[in-house]
């Protein structure tokens, strides 16, 4: 079968990220490109030889012989974009947070089920080699029932938000909890199955104002964030996420979560298991092997599982309907955080 042809709507840091692994991929073959800004339709032309570059993303979707389409814009036009793609008949990816708010995901969701089109989302670390054996060991029962995950996803300084100022805007769908928090929260979250979530306790932290001018201080989202999340079932999740973490946390992009069972707990990335009774003597401590991934990185096997799903060789792992309730939660975190106390969800 030929290569599926995807373009890219944004092409701007992961604009580019995907277009690296698409143009890679045996898979996919990478054949349009838009973007505001000539010098980055430029860079398209000159880097991977593309024909069909466009400044207005509508162009693409309209005249690209494109069957699918990376939107990887800013927040506020993720909803518009995403649904002009399904309307013209093309598969859709989009990256995270899925939208501006749970009611245009819902939008996007609703219009993807009426087309039968894929639509996806871009939380390609639900594809790290330890999430594989994460999920394996849940299903196995040999952590027994989970009954709270903690995630850590910080970072000492993030540079590329001095690069990219609107992740600090609240308007533009910015703040560290929408950025990195996301996917920490989806990661936790898919591991316990997406329960439905009910309730939602946040703390956010502006420590940096320099992110952005001046001018811009009035919408100026936080850099660190902490929630904890409660769910159907009585499990909980707790989120911890920072831009400029003051300790010695590692300097990569990497989120870090305890999973804990009553039969036993797993550590991510180092895979440490620890199972037992309540006798001390009763504990083991082992280390788990990872799952082979034929050395593909987390965004190239997110690729592939959108191809097979847009073939109709699998399921998504990451499904449309996933990115309503993850706004939910996101809508619930900013609330908690604004108000100062719990959140629920309806």
């Given at each position: 079968?030929?290569?599926?042809?995807?373009?890219?709507?944004?092409?701007?840091?992961?604009?580019?990220?995907?277009?690296?692994?698409?143009?890679?991929?045996?898979?996919?073959?990478?054949?349009?490109?838009?973007?505001?800004?000539?010098?980055?339709?430029?860079?398209?032309?000159?880097?991977?030889?593309?024909?069909?570059?466009?400044?207005?993303?509508?162009?693409?979707?309209?005249?690209?012989?494109?069957?699918?389409?990376?939107?990887?814009?800013?927040?506020?036009?993720?909803?518009?974009?995403?649904?002009?793609a399904l309307r013209a008949g093309k598969h859709v990816m989009c990256e995270k947070p899925p939208a501006a708010s749970a009611a245009?995901?819902?939008?996007?969701i609703d219009l993807s089920a009426q087309t039968g089109l894929v639509l996806t989302w871009g939380l390609q670390r639900r594809f790290?080699?330890?999430?594989?054996?994460?999920?394996?060991?849940?299903?196995?029962?040999?952590?027994?029932?989970?009954?709270?995950?903690?995630?850590?996803?910080?970072?000492?300084?993030?540079?590329?938000?001095?690069?990219?100022?609107?992740?600090?805007?609240?308007?533009?769908?910015?703040?560290?909890?929408?950025?990195?928090?996301?996917h920490a929260l989806d990661l936790a979250w898919s591991l316990l199955g997406c329960p439905k979530p009910l309730r939602v306790v946040?703390?956010?932290?502006?420590?940096?104002?320099?992110?952005?001018?001046?001018?811009?201080?009035?919408?100026?989202?936080?850099?660190?964030?902490?929630?904890?999340?409660?769910?159907?079932?009585?499990?909980?999740?707790?989120?911890?996420?920072?831009?400029?973490?003051?300790?010695?946390?590692?300097?990569?992009?990497?989120?870090?979560?305890?999973?804990?069972?009553?039969?036993?707990?797993?550590?991510?990335?180092?895979?440490?298991?620890?199972?037992?009774?309540?006798?001390?003597?009763?504990?083991?401590?082992?280390?788990?092997?990872?799952?082979?991934?034929?050395?593909?990185?987390?965004?190239?096997?997110?690729?592939?599982?959108?191809?097979?799903?847009?073939?109709?060789?699998?399921?998504?792992?990451?499904?449309?309907?996933?990115?309503?309730?993850?706004?939910?939660?996101?809508?619930?975190?900013?609330?908690?955080?604004?108000?100062?106390?719990?959140?629920?969800?309806?």
């Amino acid at each position: 079968m030929n290569p599926l042809k995807i373009g890219v709507i944004g092409f701007r840091n992961i604009g580019q990220v995907h277009a690296k692994e698409i143009a890679a991929n045996p898979e996919t073959q990478l054949v349009a490109a838009a973007d505001l800004r000539e010098e980055l339709r430029q860079e398209a032309r000159e880097r991977f030889g593309l024909t069909q570059v466009y400044g207005n993303y509508m162009d693409l979707i309209r005249k690209s012989d494109a069957e699918a389409v990376v939107v990887a814009l800013p927040v506020p036009l993720h909803c518009k974009a995403t649904m002009a793609a399904l309307r013209a008949g093309k598969h859709v990816m989009c990256e995270k947070p899925p939208a501006a708010s749970a009611a245009e995901a819902r939008r996007m969701i609703d219009l993807s089920a009426q087309t039968g089109l894929v639509l996806t989302w871009g939380l390609q670390r639900r594809f790290y080699p330890e999430m594989f054996v994460a999920r394996r060991e849940i299903q196995a029962g040999r952590l027994g029932a989970i009954y709270r995950i903690n995630v850590e996803y910080t970072v000492q300084r993030a540079t590329l938000v001095a690069s990219d100022p609107f992740r600090m805007r609240k308007s533009t769908g910015g703040g560290v909890f929408y950025d990195l928090g996301v996917h920490a929260l989806d990661l936790a979250w898919s591991l316990l199955g997406c329960p439905k979530p009910l309730r939602v306790v946040t703390a956010n932290h502006t420590v940096f104002p320099d992110w952005v001018n001046e001018a811009a201080r009035g919408d100026m989202a936080e850099d660190n964030s902490m929630a904890l999340v409660f769910f159907d079932g009585g499990a909980a999740v707790s989120v911890e996420t920072s831009y400029c973490a003051n300790h010695a946390a590692p300097t990569h992009h990497h989120p870090r979560l305890q999973i804990l069972g009553d039969k036993g707990g797993l550590q991510t990335p180092s895979l440490a298991f620890v199972s037992g009774g309540l006798e001390p003597k009763s504990v083991e401590k082992r280390t788990l092997a990872a799952e082979p991934t034929d050395g593909k990185s987390e965004r190239r096997l997110m690729h592939d599982n959108f191809v097979d799903a847009v073939r109709g060789r699998g399921p998504l792992l990451i499904l449309a309907e996933h990115g309503y309730d993850l706004m939910r939660m996101l809508e619930a975190v900013a609330k908690s955080a604004e108000k100062g106390k719990e959140a629920r969800l309806k």
